[in-house]
């Protein structure tokens, strides 16, 4: 390797470049290996007073003997007589290589400083945050649990459990200032699409008997009759978490979310854009909070509580629209062409996989008397329809067998009960009180949601001359959902092994960063991998020490763990990867 200097006008800049023979055409030619850059950033390194080529030639030599050592062959000898050292680990996990690249992008590093400047921290708050977001991800547990995991990472971790607790407290205290840190640091890197916003809740419930003022007892997503926290968050139309915070289990989620969309203006600096919520988070309040400035709502509308003559109007069969066409549909017409046998399938495909909807414009008013104008929206599927009525009999099958069994009883009959469709009788025809109770299907009960079979309502402030593009941003709402469900069953975000507040909802943030950050790595793959995959593999990718040499990998070699390579620019997947090859990756992961 050489060095070689680029002069100009103004500047005279240095190169480490190598020479060697291009594989297609045979000729030599030269490649840049490091740009060490101009006379003021070298100064900067090395001080005013050394000699630059000096230190360009010692830096040449440092890079050809690390290609010597990635070249060499490596023999290791092994005795069968020789027992291991007690306590020596010799497996340690390397995913965790491609979440701090991420972490570190997202400047969670200079966060953490932040926070620390004043504070005398007996800890290295990064080294505790960073491993409470890869534990969260690659090994979910207590705390303490966290604390043994991060022994079976490449780097030490250089904390005790004691420090872990501490830095909880510290990091609740800073939670909205993390959050909006690491929202100006992911639209740095890539532009966030906040244009819609999506927004659900959830809840985490606690082993315990008493409420102690945030864990409170109410209505639990899992039914469990135990104190809860309510978690409400905000995602954009990426899939990427926006913004969260955490309310009492016995708060209604109905006014958890204007506050935190006051948050996202105030600290984010976001004012335009369209929010979508399920029907729980409709409130008329809601909606009106969004239909003004440049704020506007997209919300899921039940068809069942319309007054009743908008819901006669949603679910008649004439007036229906499709995408792209100015024609107007028969429901009745559409349905029968569907379920006609002798309909040739490619029809039958096509009505299966097209929506049908028709809008209008409504009124309401509110507890003040102020009249409050939206476009309701009801659509049509005849796939939606199918699905809804097969669920349903699979329901009234089970409520069948419960009869015939005798095994029918009263309970509460929620939504997706079998039990609703069940009617007792317990009077004779001339009623007198029967000596026993007499169950059957109420056929008068199927028949009234099966009305309602295929249809789906929306509610929004949006303008209805583009329906298509407001179910659009309506279908994708799942994605929220799926947030959740990663939470809760990918990172086990709970039982939270935590009693004090802040350091439940420092527990919390992480469970949200580590979601940023597994979100972040799978939009780098291109969406080619779900994180369900990327976890796994993630969890899965161990090398063994090999002292003296380097690092030899135990995972197996797949086109994920080839993806994750190409993304972030480094590897781990030859035979062994020496020292120096390791600790040059590790600083790279860091160097942001």
Request: proline share 4%; with cysteine.
């Amino acid at each position: 390797m050489k060095v070689q200097v680029s002069r100009s006008k103004n500047a005279c800049s240095y190169y480490i470049t190598k020479g060697f023979r291009d594989p297609g055409t045979g000729r030599p030619t030269t490649k840049v290996v490091e740009r060490l850059g101009n006379e003021t950033a070298i100064r900067a390194k090395i001080g005013p007073d050394a000699d630059i080529m000096e230190w360009c030639r010692a830096r040449a030599a440092e890079l050809e003997e690390q290609e010597r050592a990635r070249t060499r062959k490596v023999t290791v000898a092994y005795d069968p007589t020789a027992l291991i050292a007690p306590g020596e680990r010799r497996a340690f996990n390397c995913g965790y290589l491609f979440l701090q690249d991420v972490y570190c992008s997202l400047g969670l590093p200079a966060e953490c400083a932040r926070i620390a400047a004043g504070r005398r921290f007996g800890y290295d708050l990064v080294a505790v945050l960073s491993r409470l977001v890869y534990g969260r991800i690659l090994e979910p547990g207590s705390k303490r649990a966290t604390c043994e995991f991060a022994r079976e990472l490449i780097e030490e971790p250089g904390f005790e459990p004691h420090h872990v607790y501490r830095a909880l407290e510290a990091i609740a205290a800073e939670s909205e200032a993390i959050q909006a840190a690491l929202y100006r640091a992911s639209e740095a890197q890539s532009h966030r699409k906040t244009g819609v916003l999506y927004y659900d809740c959830t809840n985490f419930f606690f082993e315990i008997e008493a409420e102690d003022g945030f864990r409170m007892y109410g209505h639990s997503k899992q039914h469990q009759p135990l104190p809860i926290v309510q978690m409400g968050m905000l995602m954009d139309a990426d899939g990427m978490p926006l913004a969260f915070d955490m309310q009492p289990g016995n708060e209604s989620e109905q006014g958890t979310l204007t506050p935190l969309e006051e948050k996202v203006m105030s600290d984010f600096g976001i004012s335009k854009f369209v929010v979508c919520t399920d029907a729980g988070l409709s409130s008329l309040p809601n909606r009106q909070f969004n239909s003004r400035g440049e704020r506007h709502f997209v919300t899921t509308q039940s068809l069942k509580k319309l007054k009743a003559h908008l819901r006669k109007w949603a679910l008649a069969t004439d007036g229906w629209r499709t995408a792209g066409s100015d024609d107007l549909f028969d429901l009745g017409e559409v349905q029968a062409l569907a379920d006609d046998p002798e309909t040739d399938e490619e029809t039958r495909r096509a009505l299966r996989s097209t929506t049908f909807y028709k809008a209008r414009r409504v009124k309401e008013e509110d507890a003040d008397g102020e009249r409050f104008e939206q476009n309701l929206i009801s659509t049509f599927s005849i796939r939606y329809r199918d699905y809804q009525r097969a669920i349903r009999q699979g329901q009234l099958d089970r409520a069948a067998r419960a009869i015939a069994d005798g095994r029918a009883k009263r309970h509460r009959k929620g939504a997706n009960d079998p039990m609703r469709f069940a009617k007792r009788t317990s009077v004779t025809a001339a009623g007198e009180v029967a000596a026993t109770d007499v169950w059957e299907i109420d056929q008068a009960k199927v028949a009234e949601e099966a009305a309602f079979d295929g249809f789906y309502g929306l509610a929004t402030s949006l303008d209805a001359d583009d329906v298509p593009g407001i179910l659009k941003v309506a279908a994708g709402r799942w994605e929220i959902e799926e947030c959740f469900r990663i939470m809760k069953d990918e990172m086990e975000a709970r039982p939270v092994y935590l009693s004090r507040e802040d350091r439940i909802r420092a527990h919390f943030l992480t469970c949200f960063v580590a979601l940023l950050v597994l979100r972040v790595v799978e939009k780098r793959l291109g969406g080619a991998f779900t994180c369900p995959q990327i976890i796994d593999t993630l969890r899965s990718m161990e090398m063994e020490r090999v002292r003296g040499e380097g690092w030899r990998p135990l995972y197996t070699r797949t086109g994920l763990t080839d993806a994750l390579h190409e993304a972030f620019g480094f590897r781990t997947d030859y035979e062994i990867v020496p020292e120096s090859s390791m600790k040059e990756i590790v600083r790279k992961t860091r160097r942001r």
